[in-house]
């Protein structure tokens, strides 16, 4: 089998309503690059780049795709490169696309998704059997607060875990005070069983306001305090102060900054992504490297649609070091809803069947592939290209 060619089509999906986060006030999600790789026998793969803007490493040392920038690179720079690759030889095509153009890791693990889909659709087998076998079939997902007046995160959270959710993840890192009266109020509202965990995306201006306003969140339960400051020493010095457990994000992109993390000894956990390495073929390198560290892991994203998911559902499935909850949105189909707020990003999506979502949880797809359809109605509704 060789490749012929690929489509990219430029996505935005229909916010529920914004995510502010420290580093976009705004917090607009939802938009996508889907990839379609063509092959000689006519196999197609399903791949997506989740583009952010503002989304990158400790200090800028990665940084952000745009839909435009990602569809350049894939066309201009990628395709040329892998063009009669034989889909199944991915770490040689790996090489080529390194050697082709360093960086954009979310271009090329939209590449990579739609390869592990071919060779899925191809064998007959679900992905996450290419990828190690299904250590859990079911995901436990963290219902993500964006930034927002304590009120309405309150009633969000009860509403999330009405609907099953057992860990409320909160955005915070603007305002150090109001985020220890948010967990407080948060925890009032919510049983102990509750897990809560909060996430400042770099956004506390130095160690001492973010050790004084975690140890004080500690005293309402939080679990876990992620990307409180930017950079590793910060980092450290934070972990070294606070009784929970310290999660590196935007610090934690490649098996090189999981290596580093162990040396400075700047994080208890860290958040393995398919994209921040540049797809699943790369994350599962950086998840053997973090396994030998003895980092713990959870798998994020950044609020994809059912093509990513997928993609993530399947990273989840395969690697056994992976016991953290993760953010992923529970997939929402216009007339098929199947929660109200729970993991709710959007309020439509691409394809054509949701992940099932039961007990707070999602369940991996089994399907050839990633072991998913388009919609192609969905899909010209909300192409923006
Ligand atoms: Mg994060």
């Not at 890791?105 to 087998?125: H, Q």
């Not at 939080?222 to 950079?231: D, F, L, N, R």
């Not at 999660?247 to 393995?272: H, P, V």
């Not at 993760?326 to 999506?349: H, I, M, N, R």
Request: proline share 5%; hydrophobic share 40%; glycine share 10%.
């Amino acid at each position: 089998m060789r490749i012929t060619g690929v489509e990219t089509v430029r996505v935005d999906l229909p916010p529920r309503r914004a995510h502010r986060m420290s580093f976009d006030r705004e917090g607009r999600l939802g938009r996508y690059v889907i990839v379609r790789l063509l092959t000689d026998e006519g196999t197609q793969g399903l791949g997506e780049a989740t583009v952010l803007p503002m989304w990158g490493g400790d200090h800028m040392r990665y940084f952000g795709e745009l839909p435009g920038t990602t569809v350049h690179i894939i066309k201009e720079y990628l395709l040329p490169g892998i063009t009669g690759q034989d889909p199944f030889d991915i770490e040689v095509i790996h090489t080529i696309m390194d050697r082709t153009v360093k960086g954009y890791p979310y271009a090329k693990a939209a590449i990579d998704i739609a390869l592990y889909d071919i060779m899925g659709k191809a064998l007959g087998v679900p992905v996450y059997r290419l990828l190690g076998g299904c250590n859990r079939a079911e995901v436990p997902l963290a219902h993500s607060l964006g930034i927002m007046d304590t009120q309405t995160a309150v009633n969000e959270a009860v509403a999330a875990v009405d609907e099953g959710i057992r860990t409320i993840k909160v955005k915070v890192g603007i305002d150090a005070e109001q985020d220890v009266t948010m967990v407080r109020e948060l925890r009032k509202a919510l049983s102990d069983e509750i897990e809560i965990t909060v996430d400042a995306n770099q956004g506390y201006p130095s160690p001492k306001v973010a050790i004084q306003a975690i140890r004080q969140m500690c005293e309402y339960g939080i679990s876990m305090a992620e990307q409180p400051v930017e950079g590793l020493d910060a980092m450290a010095e934070v972990r070294a102060a606070v009784p929970c457990l310290v999660m590196a994000d935007e610090s934690a992109w490649t098996s090189q900054d999981i290596l580093e993390i162990q040396k400075k000894g700047a994080a208890d956990a860290f958040s393995l992504y398919t994209t921040k390495p540049g797809g699943l073929f790369k994350a599962k390198k950086v998840a053997a490297v973090a396994e030998a560290t003895g980092i713990l892991c959870n798998v994020n994203g950044s609020a994809e649609t059912g093509v990513g998911t997928a993609a993530n559902l399947h990273l989840v499935a395969s690697t056994g070091i992976v016991t953290l909850a993760s953010v992923f949105p529970v997939t929402t189909l216009k007339g098929k809803e199947q929660t109200k707020v729970a993991g709710v990003f959007y309020l439509d999506d691409i394809i054509r069947q949701p992940f099932h979502y039961e007990n707070g949880s999602l369940r991996v797809p089994d399907g050839p592939g990633l072991g998913v359809e388009l919609d192609d109605d969905r899909l010209a509704e909300y192409r923006t290209d």
